[in-house]
């Protein structure tokens, strides 16, 4: 399994992400600044609790936001049998990230992230992921990466633009 996440992380952090089946969301802006913890839902609290803990490289912290068993998908979906596997997996990622945007939807939430250079290297400055959350109970029992829409016709892949 740590073979196959390894593999996943590898293959995110070269690829940049693809693709055009998503809704839009949040690639190319700077991050926005969060709003008071007051005004975000629980779901919204969580994404941002688990990437500040990540961003911080507080693996055991960002572990305990996932719940035993949740489903992570990159390449291919794994399972975050034990907290280990969760420290695991948060310890693997290559960037560090801004959060963008957040939409809820109806059973997830989707967030944007601006790529920035984690601890290990390997990471697309500028680049950007979004990630489709299902949170229950204030855990993050799936966490899916979806590949970024491609640039609408006549603008440049790297022409900022929101997907929202």
Same mark, same amino acid.
């Given at each position: 399994?740590?073979?196959?996440?390894?593999?996943?992380?590898?293959?995110?952090?070269?690829?940049?992400? %693809? %693709?055009?089946?998503?809704? !839009?969301?949040?690639?190319? !802006?700077?991050?926005? /600044?969060?709003?008071?913890?007051?005004?975000?839902?629980?779901?919204?609290? *969580?994404?941002?609790?688990?990437?500040?803990? *990540?961003? =911080? @490289?507080?693996?055991?912290?960002?572990?305990?936001?996932?719940?035993?068993?949740?489903? *992570?998908?990159?390449?291919?979906?794994?399972? =975050?049998?034990?907290?280990?596997?969760?420290? #695991?997996?948060?310890?693997?990622? /290559?960037?560090?990230?801004? *959060?963008?945007?957040?939409?809820?939807?109806?059973?997830?939430?989707?967030?944007?992230?601006?790529?920035?250079?984690?601890?290990? @290297? @390997?990471?697309?400055?500028?680049?950007?992921?979004?990630?489709?959350?299902?949170?229950?109970? @204030?855990?993050?029992?799936?966490?899916?990466?979806?590949?970024?829409?491609?640039?609408? /016709?006549?603008?440049?892949? #790297?022409? /900022?633009?929101?997907?929202?």
């Amino acid at each position: 399994m740590r073979a196959a996440l390894a593999l996943a992380l590898v293959l995110l952090a070269v690829s940049g992400c %693809g %693709g055009e089946d998503e809704p !839009r969301l949040g690639e190319g !802006r700077d991050a926005a /600044p969060a709003p008071p913890a007051a005004a975000q839902s629980a779901d919204e609290r *969580v994404i941002r609790e688990w990437n500040t803990a *990540v961003n =911080l @490289g507080e693996y055991e912290r960002a572990a305990d936001l996932f719940e035993r068993g949740a489903a *992570v998908e990159q390449v291919e979906e794994i399972e =975050l049998a034990t907290r280990a596997d969760a420290i #695991a997996f948060n310890r693997s990622l /290559p960037c560090r990230s801004d *959060v963008t945007d957040i939409k809820e939807e109806s059973s997830s939430t989707l967030a944007a992230f601006s790529l920035r250079e984690g601890r290990t @290297g @390997g990471c697309e400055e500028g680049g950007n992921a979004r990630v489709r959350f299902v949170i229950r109970d @204030g855990l993050i029992r799936e966490w899916r990466q979806l590949s970024s829409p491609a640039a609408p /016709p006549g603008e440049t892949a #790297a022409a /900022p633009r929101r997907l929202l």
